[in-house]
């Protein structure tokens, strides 16, 4: 399985971006869960979102919560963040992930900055 993310890039303070997560060469329903870290210049990778494939559980980081939404599209083997009302302080690389059976798995990184 490969992961894909894409979305990224320059938005303005109180803007949207989605982020999108597409995962290749198997079924995403072999997937427990995908979701999303991101990681501030010179921080730590943390957690942001995550959702099951199977089930409705989601998660969002509290910090994040009201403005960013996590959903799956098993039509597209994709799960998207929606991010609404950025923020300086949510520029970082956002980067998705997937847990398949005992690995994580990880996509590249995508730059969100968010400057006027």
């Known amino acids: 399985v490969q992961l894909q993310a894409s979305g990224g890039g320059l938005v303005q303070p109180g803007g949207s971006l989605r982020l999108s997560c597409t995962s290749s060469?198997?079924?995403?329903?072999?997937?427990?869960?995908m979701g999303w870290y991101r990681q501030f210049p010179g921080k730590e990778r943390e957690m942001v979102a995550g959702?099951?494939?199977?089930?409705?559980?989601?998660y969002v980081e509290e910090s994040v919560k009201g403005r960013f939404t996590v959903s799956r599209d098993y039509g597209k083997n994709s799960i998207h963040l929606q991010m609404n009302n950025l923020t300086p302080e949510d520029t970082a690389v956002y980067s998705c992930?997937?847990?398949?059976?005992?690995?994580?798995?990880w996509g590249q990184g995508t730059q969100v900055t968010v400057s006027s």
């Open positions: 060469g198997g079924s995403i329903f072999n997937i427990r869960v």
């Open positions: 959702i099951t494939i199977h089930g409705s559980k989601s």
């Open positions: 992930y997937a847990e398949l059976g005992q690995d994580k798995l």
